[in-house]
Nanobody
């Protein structure tokens, strides 16, 4: 199983980023996928999740209305569109699925 995140970077407050997670080694379309984040000195937090066929998604309150999780089952990829970014969104973002974690991609929101 391999989960490879990409799309992180440095962005100014109010900016946007789109994270991608390419999955392999399992039947992607059969599993829910999630994005987590971990800020320095804090625990890992579930940010958003999406069921296997899309549909009802979950968001932590702090990102509702700003982040959107989506998936492409043909491309075995899950996305996290992040808009109106805030400094408190700064963290390492991890993809999770099939009980596995990606290596993470750093998101830094700073002026």
């Amino acid at each position: 199983v391999q989960l490879v995140e990409s799309g992180g970077g440095l962005v100014q407050p109010g900016g946007s980023l789109r994270l991608s997670c390419a999955a392999s080694g399992f039947t992607f379309r059969e599993y829910a996928m999630s994005w987590y984040r971990q800020a320095p000195g804090k625990g890992r937090e579930l940010v958003a999740s999406i069921p296997s066929g899309g549909g009802r998604t979950y968001y932590v309150d702090s990102v509702k209305g700003r982040f959107t999780i989506s998936r492409d089952n043909d491309q075995n990829t899950v996305y996290l569109q992040m808009n109106s970014l805030k400094p408190e969104d700064t963290a390492m973002y991890y993809c999770r699925g099939f009980g596995s974690w990606g290596q993470g991609t750093q998101v830094t929101v700073s002026s």
